[in-house]
T-cell receptor
Framework: DGGITQSPKYLFRKEGQNVTLSCEQN?????MYWYRQDPGQGLRLIYY???????QKGDIAEGYSVSREKKESFPLTVTSAQKNPTAFYLCASSIRGVGEKLFFGSGTQLSVL | SQQGEEDPQALSIQEGENATMNCSYKTSINNLQWYRQNSGRGLVHLILIRSNEREKHSGRLRVTLDTSKKSSSLLITASRAADTASYFC????????????FGQGTRLTINP
């Protein structure tokens, strides 16, 4: 089955700890995205990448970091600098670039212990 | 900043009725998209309508776009319990950074 796989589904972070959320796609899409969703809210863009080894900040990049070493993978690290990390994190991809329809993973719920 | 704003924030109707959700936006756009999200899940793309299109259909879904009023509507006909979800509009502004900007969504509940 082609799609986007996010793991883990639930993640807990201790204060001062960095955690990494995994996102893998086998759709052969060029572009990948990370969004944050707070309860009852819409999605806010954290980072996006339109090509391997290149990525751009979104609206709320502070406290987060990403890498795009492979076309299939776009991991997100939530660093200790992110003081309010509790949220639902969604990874998405599109065939080429921004403005196209997005394919989403099933999300990771991050909570702080 | 949120480009799209959905209205109403929540909608509850009986199964079989039609559901209409609206989306307003602020700046000129390349396209507007509608997505559905079941609770605790990822979003699913429903329809993309381009700025030069006025109406689009997909099964029981009908989307209209009025660029003069900077608004769009999503109509779900003959609603089913399985349509219960949150619905989001997302826009791609012409000016500025070319990125998809989501509204806060409409929570639709279909009562059996």
């Amino acid at each position: 089955d082609g799609g986007i796989t996010q793991s883990p589904k639930y993640l807990f972070r201790k204060e001062g700890q960095n955690v990494t959320l995994s996102c893998e796609q086998n759709l052969n899409h060029d572009a990948m995205y990370w969004y944050r969703q707070d309860p009852g809210q819409g999605l806010r863009l954290i980072y996006y990448s339109q090509i391997v080894n290149d990525f751009q900040k979104g609206d709320i990049a502070e406290g987060y970091s990403v890498s795009r070493e492979k076309k299939e993978s776009f991991p997100l690290t939530v660093t200790s600098a992110q003081k309010n990390p509790t949220a639902f994190y969604l990874c998405a991809s599109s065939i080429r670039g921004v403005g196209e329809k997005l394919f989403f993973g099933s999300g990771t719920q991050l909570s702080v212990l | 900043s949120q480009q799209g704003e959905e209205d109403p924030q929540a909608l509850s109707i009986q199964e079989g009725e039609n559901a209409t959700m609206n989306c307003s936006y602020k700046t000129s756009i390349n396209n507007l998209q509608w997505y559905r999200q079941n609770s605790g899940r990822g979003l699913v793309h429903l329809i993309l309508i381009r700025s030069n299109e006025r109406e689009k259909h997909s099964g029981r879904l009908r989307v209209t776009l009025d660029t003069s009023k900077k608004s769009s509507s999503l109509l779900i006909t003959a609603s089913r319990a399985a349509d219960t979800a949150s619905y989001f509009c997302a826009t791609v502004p012409i000016q500025g950074a070319q990125k998809l900007v989501f509204g806060q969504g409409t929570r639709l509940t279909i009562n059996p």
